[in-house]
């Protein structure tokens, strides 16, 4: 589930994906804990592999297509705020990458320095 854009409704700033982003962020954090994740202060390399379904039609090699990486590191980001380190202002390097797969997720790898 991507980030999502920023919308202004009756003086509201309300998230383009509301519900669904949060039920994503909830189960990316879930996931962390249940992994054993616990929040650091140290600087984080972190390491996502989105896997797709490929739809019955597509022959491309890669999903270039949306959802955005860079919205779906956002999302994955914000969702390990608290959970596996203490603020994502401490991610000093992020290696994302989309595939498609027979198995829809989401593979963190979160490296200390």
């Known amino acids: 589930m991507p980030q999502g854009s ?6 509201r700033i309300l998230h383009s994906q ?7 962020r909830s189960t990316i954090a879930w996931s962390a804990k249940q992994a ?19 739809p019955k039609t597509v022959k491309r090699a890669y999903p270039s297509v949306a ?3 860079d919205k779906l590191i ?10 596996a380190y203490l603020d994502d202002g401490q991610v000093v390097e992020v290696q994302a990458k989309k595939r ?3 198995t829809p997720g989401l593979d963190i790898t ?3 320095q």
């Open 100 to 102: 498609y797969g027979a």
């Open 6 to 11: 920023m919308k202004v409704i009756n003086g």
């Open 67 to 69: 959802p955005d990486l």
């Open 36 to 54: 054993g994740a616990i929040p650091i202060a140290d600087p984080i390399i972190i390491i996502l592999l989105f896997t797709m379904p490929r």
């Open 74 to 83: 956002r999302a994955s980001l914000d969702a390990l705020t608290g959970v």
């Open 18 to 24: 509301g519900s669904a982003l949060a039920v994503w």
């Open 110 to 112: 979160i490296l200390s």
